[in-house]
């Protein structure tokens, strides 16, 4: 069973930029696919990226794209979601979860980081 940890989440003002980290023990890590995640108070959960460790493809919401970018380090069984020009909107409890590929269903979760974007 894939066990997942973030870390990262904080409290940032409009503009900033944070750094979540996603990191993978208990499967095969070229074999995963990572997705983060999002769920804000009141909406449903939605996502927001996803990257293919075996081949780097990736995939972007479109309300991230060109502000988030997702990358992997192989040797460290991580994933990371560098968010840029955050807004308030984004503020959400975060959460990585993994796949045999980004478009299969995700069966392992992590617990979630919380992101708080003041204005």
């Known amino acids: 069973e894939v066990q997942l940890v973030e870390s990262g989440g904080g409290l940032v003002q409009a503009g900033g930029s944070l750094r979540l980290s996603c990191a993978a023990s208990?499967?095969?890590?070229?074999?995963?696919?990572i997705g983060w995640f999002r769920q804000a108070p009141g909406k449903e959960r939605e996502g927001v990226s996803c990257?293919?460790?075996?081949?780097?493809?990736?995939y972007y919401a479109d309300s991230v794209k060109g502000r988030f970018t997702i990358s992997s380090d192989n040797a460290k069984n991580t994933v990371y979601l560098q968010m840029n020009s955050l807004k308030p909107e984004d503020t959400a409890v975060y959460y990585c979860?993994?796949?045999?590929?980004?478009?299969?269903?995700?069966?392992?979760w992590g617990q979630g980081t919380q992101v708080t974007v003041s204005s």
């Open positions: 979860a993994a796949a045999t590929g980004c478009s299969r269903y995700f069966s392992s």
């Open positions: 208990g499967f095969p890590f070229d074999d995963l696919a």
């Open positions: 990257i293919s460790s075996s081949d780097g493809s990736t």
